[in-house]
């Protein structure tokens, strides 16, 4: 089951996270990955352990918020099974302490960014005779969080891309769905608490975690799981739909 045999994948911001564990994943199952980061360095650790395992992957310095450098880089890797759509950054901040430049950075690279990727890849996978696009949201696309006003606004906006996707690829054999995680322990979070809480790191951790009722944050590999499922054939009735994986968090956190 799940076998990605013979598939072509692209995941965007694959160097580190959830998007490294993602690569990791689709490659064990027989895709050739292509990773695409900002820097190719920074994809240089993926690369070497999907390598390691006796799996193909590639990677390519782009950045997702610029068009022509998207296009040319979908040009150079053709016709595609999978695209991820895992590329963005976070924010915090509310709508009155939002400023307008990391407002529109935001948006550029979580928006934007998954625009362009779209806009590149749609005819890449038109020439498979079509395939599955995963877009990462966030469970801030479904509810409130505080203090993540435009990374909301963004998240959102991904879920709708999603939806609009999916009905209207939905005859050319192309699927589109979106994951919504909670937190996840990634080196983001680890630099989070490093950076703010320098004194408290352990009891932040713990803070944090409990917030999703399960009692912990989820791991890379646990979103990576379900993005392999709906890339995969066992998932080729599912499209236009987002998949919480929270923990709990959206339903019981009462």
């Known amino acids: 089951m799940f076998s990605l045999q013979g598939k072509k994948a692209v995941v965007t911001g694959g160097g580190s996270g959830i998007g490294q564990a993602i690569a990791i994943t689709l ?26 395992n006796g799996n193909q992957c590639f990677s390519y310095g782009c950045d997702v918020a610029e068009q022509e450098i998207v296009i040319k880089t979908f040009c150079q890797i053709g016709s595609i099974d999978i695209l991820i759509n895992n590329a963005g950054i976070a924010h915090i901040g509310k709508a009155d302490t939002t400023a307008e430049a990391d ?42 969080l505080p203090d993540r006003f435009v990374y909301s606004a963004a998240k959102g906006a991904v879920k709708a891309m999603t939806m609009s996707v999916a009905k209207d690829y939905l005859h050319e054999h192309i699927r589109c769905n979106s994951i919504s995680p909670a937190r996840v322990h990634t080196p983001f979070v680890d630099g989070f608490l490093e950076k703010n809480y320098p004194d408290q790191i352990p009891e932040m951790f713990e803070k944090l975690s409990k917030t999703q009722p399960i009692g912990r944050m989820g791991k890379p590999e646990e979103i990576a799981a379900l993005a392999l499922f709906l890339c995969s054939d066992e998932a080729g009735f599912i499209t236009g739909c987002d998949y919480p994986i929270d923990g709990g968090f959206t339903t019981l956190n009462n």
């Open 103 to 144: 407002f529109d950075r935001v948006m550029k690279v979580n928006v934007k960014g998954v625009y362009n990727c779209l806009f590149a890849a749609i005819p890449q996978l038109r020439l498979a005779g079509g395939g599955v696009i995963v877009n990462m949201a966030s469970i801030a696309s479904n509810i409130g």
């Open 27 to 52: 490659a064990k199952q027989g895709a050739v990955v292509h990773i695409i980061e900002q820097t190719a360095a920074h994809a240089e650790a993926t690369v070497e352990q999907i390598l390691a």
